[in-house]
């Protein structure tokens, strides 16, 4: 395995984007070529790429593949412009935090080069998204080299959703570690929880493990207790939406009933997850405020109804890990272990 | 609500069988009415009628339906086109335990009574039918009964999978327990499991939720732990497939998870079964073997393949809960605690 993963869900190619399709998957490996920030906010439109980073990297090409071919010289019409530029991305995806933090990046690195030419400062938006996409591959790849330590010999790892190289610039969070832990050859193998309602891990993680060629199961989730009481999982890493101050972790639904289980059959639970997760304005997690997503994400499926017509759900997109069920967690900055309050502060200070 | 549920999956009609076809539900409530053994044999096979102690009632129903138009007199040759119409019916659903044994149960009250009449024979095994089908009612309002005690006032029931009227003659087994109390206005509401792979949970549960007008919410079922850790679920109740000697359940994939979240959180966990589902010839749950069902059920929705082709998939029909994680057992005989061991072998001696 050389440094770059077996595939990139997002390159720059000398004068265009190009994405893997990921509607085709896991079906087919389509690349799409973009060319014109419409087709960028198109393909974010339609989920074509997702993923909180992946999202912000595709906006960041999209942005300069919107200014690319002004031909103002002025600078307050160029500026203007790309501030129009910037408002027509993030439409294509209002609640992405990690699309507006990269348009507004590019927009002010572009104000603090104001005295430069507008040629010169198509070249420095090219580079900051370049960079942005740097970062994120480094981060990523970081949180991978220190969570393989943690993983020993022959070690059976279960994971949950999909945070891999789809999801981000490259490598991925928690993916990252089984990738890193994989190319040092202490992977025995995977299981895939297939993560309902959505299937991320039956559509996305087990493709992203078929590329990188590392051994696989898939399973439901409600089989994951059962593969810990016969013995066949040694660790469980998963990702994270947002972690408080004391450690508690938001993540996608499903999370805290492996991190349950995992104390019940004494399996470490990890967390991987970028240093940016932590929020240290936020005191614990009983204060995150839980999103619930449409009904039809679990009483449908394919165009099939699957329940009865009016039927209450109840569907939240993510739970809440307290941080007494949680072995470690592993940012780009290193792995951190409890007391988490005591331990992030001294990292933010 | 009267002595019977709101809706009858399987009666007998003064000369037919009707049943509910289970192949339209959720979305639509068709009866079928089966006049001949070859459409009972049909509605098994096509699964139009499932669940075990259902399968059985139909068939023992199937069974008058094949022989009611002999026109022999001898009782050798009535009895030998019996066994034909039994091995016939049997052929089905080869592996349903309860088809076979009530077409057994037939034959055998047939044999017993060889000195009477072949039009003596017919209304004898009419007779039967009707009898195992009430023998199923009276058990399940038995076993309901019983577990409605345990269940508190305004309670919060999580339950998962379908273990009610359309899996067996009336009533259910775990359903019934949430029937009785909800008669006795103790159901604040239901939390139903979706029960992957096959959904069982929101497309019959709830179903048979909404015919009783019992207030209920579906939820996926990596989401159970999060409603406990929330506080909103008082008990658990499921079925069992077999229990062993020491009071080991193995039960649909999803059970022994359930336990554990249940003992994590405090929360009582029941499972509700016919007493003769206890095997007291097996001394403990490491002896179940586990069948494993086909990978489809898992990679594929509606015939949408959701995971990549080739993909290895673990998908085992049924996990084994310990002794130690189940709170009570109850059967049409009571309600059984711990220790089972002791308290099962005085109840069969």
């Known amino acids: 395995m050389s440094d770059r993963d077996s595939f990139q869900s997002i390159s720059w190619e000398n004068g265009y984007l190009r994405i893997i399709d990921q509607t085709f998957l896991p079906k087919r490996e389509v690349y799409s070529d973009l060319t014109t920030v419409g087709q960028v ?18 906006g960041a090409y999209g942005f300069y593949l919107g200014i690319k071919d002004f031909s103002m010289q002025n600078f307050d019409m160029f500026y203007s ?26 927009l002010v690195t572009i104000y603090a080069y104001k005295d430069r030419s507008v040629d010169e400062l198509k070249e420095i938006t090219l580079k900051t998204a370049i960079t942005i996409h740097e970062e994120d591959r480094r981060l990523c790849k970081e949180i991978g080299l220190h969570g393989a330590e943690l ?24 993916f990252s570690i089984i990738l890193h832990a994989h190319k040092a050859g202490k992977v025995n193998k995977v299981w895939v929880d297939e993560t309902r309602p959505l299937l991320q891990g039956s559509r996305l993680t087990t493709w992203e493990l078929q590329k990188a060629k590392i051994p696989h199961t898939l399973n439901i989730d409600s089989a994951a207790a059962f593969l810990m009481q016969q013995g066949k999982v040694d660790l469980i890493v998963t990702g994270a939406d947002r972690i408080t101050k004391n450690g ?20 470490p639970f990890y967390v991987a997850a970028p240093y940016s997760t932590i ?21 449908a499926f394919a165009g099939k109804q699957t329940a009865p017509k009016k039927v209450d759900v109840y569907n939240p997109a993510f739970d809440v890990t307290p941080n007494n069920l949680i072995t470690a967690i592993i940012t780009e900055k290193g792995i951190i272990k409890p007391n988490f309050a005591k331990n992030f502060e001294k990292l933010f200070t």
């Open 41 to 58: 906010w198109d393909a974010i439109k339609k989920l074509r790429v997702r993923g909180a980073p992946a999202i912000g990297i595709a």
């Open 81 to 106: 412009e790309s501030q129009r530029i910037a408002d027509y991305l993030n439409s294509s995806r209002p609640t992405a935090v990690n699309l507006s933090w990269a348009l507004n990046r590019i």
């Open 151 to 174: 993983v020993p010999e022959n070690a059976r790892i279960l994971t949950h959703c999909n945070t891999g190289g789809l999801a981000t610039g490259e490598f991925g969070t928690a």
């Open 248 to 267: 508690d972790t938001a993540n996608k639904i499903g999370t805290y009933m492996l991190a349950v289980l995992a104390k019940a059959h004494e399996i």
């Open 279 to 299: 929020d240290m304005n936020l005191e614990s997690g009983g204060l995150i405020e839980i999103e619930e997503r449409d009904d039809t994400e679990v009483t």
